[in-house]
């Protein structure tokens, strides 16, 4: 798909399809033609060409977990002749998902992906440029997914097995899950294992830290599933986008095949400011807001106080047996220990949504030391 987004590669995509068919419409002050074929089976991909048989632009879709069918577009300038009349476009500039051009909170998977401009000579036809696929590239299939569940406390389980993991946390009637990453196929086997381990009880809740959409890819699921989504208020307006029905035309997941009736009308949300409880006779989660925080706004904390646990992603990883930390904390890092200290809380163990378990006491001696 790559290639096929360059001005070469759909030029050469363009003319091997035998689906091609062409629009004109004016843009840019000019008259341009727009030629469009399906590549590898459901990828429309559209090429814009000038009156001086320049392509300009090249786009297409691709499935997002979060966006579902994801807008790609790459505009290409400054074409300069680097020999026999070859054109090679100087600047490339790439953006994914749409730009409204205010900056108003989206879902956009950034609206400039990326920049690159080309100051070097280009060269043509370059001897042995091909390169040979490495077989454990072309032979490489796609890894069952593993969800290794692990006991931290009592009716507590980190679900791990992959690069991010989710905390299950069992109530007398029901199950609150904190992060809902990746994508469907990794919630739905979290899911089936949450019900495995702890049957009869449904998931009422996801508590989801933050907006990046490594964190957010699967939350759709749980939503599908019935759970209500706990999030900070300023994340609300991002994911009602994010849970909003429409068709997913490229991978479509169930939440898109099976749109929950309660979405429409709100009640799939509890946002918070600066704390919220879930809680019943047999435990309490405290979910906080994480101040002064540069990394993401919006992120929260999750803080079981009978457990003394604290599930938190992305502000530190604790290093596991036989590892050891950086020399000095960064600013995430300083970020989560003020936190703590400011709202009292008092922790004995950190649950990360990457890595393993480990002391919030050598945490707060590796801080403290560098401060």
């Known amino acids: 798909m790559e290639i096929y987004l360059t001005p070469h590669g759909f030029l050469k995509g363009a003319m091997a399809a035998d689906d091609v068919m062409a629009v004109e419409r004016n843009e840019y002050g000019g008259r341009v033609t727009v030629v469009s074929f399906v590549a590898l089976d459901k990828y429309r991909i559209n090429g814009t060409i000038t009156e001086d048989n320049i392509i300009e632009r090249v786009q297409s879709w691709m499935p997002n977990p979060v966006v579902g069918d994801m807008y790609y577009e790459t505009v290409y300038t400054n074409y300069q002749d680097v020999g026999g009349g070859m054109m090679f476009p100087m600047n490339w500039h790439q953006h994914q998902d749409f730009d409204d051009g205010a900056h108003a909170p989206n ?57 991010h993991h989710s905390v299950a946390v069992e109530f007398e009637d029901e199950v609150a899950v904190i992060e809902a990453p990746l994508n469907e196929d990794r919630s739905l086997a979290v899911i089936d294992e949450i019900m495995r381990r702890i ?56 939440f898109s095949l099976f749109p929950p009736e309660e979405w429409s009308e709100g009640y799939i949300f509890e946002t918070l400011r600066e704390k919220y409880i879930l809680g019943d006779t047999t435990r309490l989660v405290e979910i906080h807001h994480v101040q002064g925080l540069a990394h993401a706004a919006g992120m929260v904390m999750a803080y079981l106080p009978n457990e003394k646990i604290l599930v938190q992603a992305d502000l530190f990883t604790p290093p596991g047996p036989g590892g050891s930390l950086p020399a000095s904390p960064n600013a995430s890092a300083r970020t989560l220990y003020s936190n703590v200290q400011r709202l009292g809380l008092d922790v004995e163990t950190i649950v990360p949504i990457h890595g393993v378990p480990g002391p919030w006491s050598q945490f707060a001696e590796w801080v403290e030391a560098a401060q």
């Open 107 to 163: 879902v956009s998977g950034g609206d400039h992906t990326f920049q690159l401009s080309t100051i070097d000579d280009v060269e043509v036809n370059v001897a042995d440029a091909a390169l040979d696929v490495p077989d454990a590239a072309r032979n490489a299939t796609v890894p069952p997914m593993r969800v290794e569940a692990e006991e931290v406390a009592e009716g507590v389980w980190l679900m791990a097995g992959g690069s």
């Open 199 to 254: 049957p009869g009880k449904e998931i009422r809740w996801v508590v989801t830290t933050h907006h990046h959409w490594d964190h957010l890819g699967g939350m759709r699921a749980y939503v599908h599933e019935g759970a209500t989504v706990v999030t900070h208020q300023g994340n609300f307006g991002y994911y009602q986008e994010v849970l909003r029905a429409r068709p997913w035309l490229l991978e479509p997941d169930r």
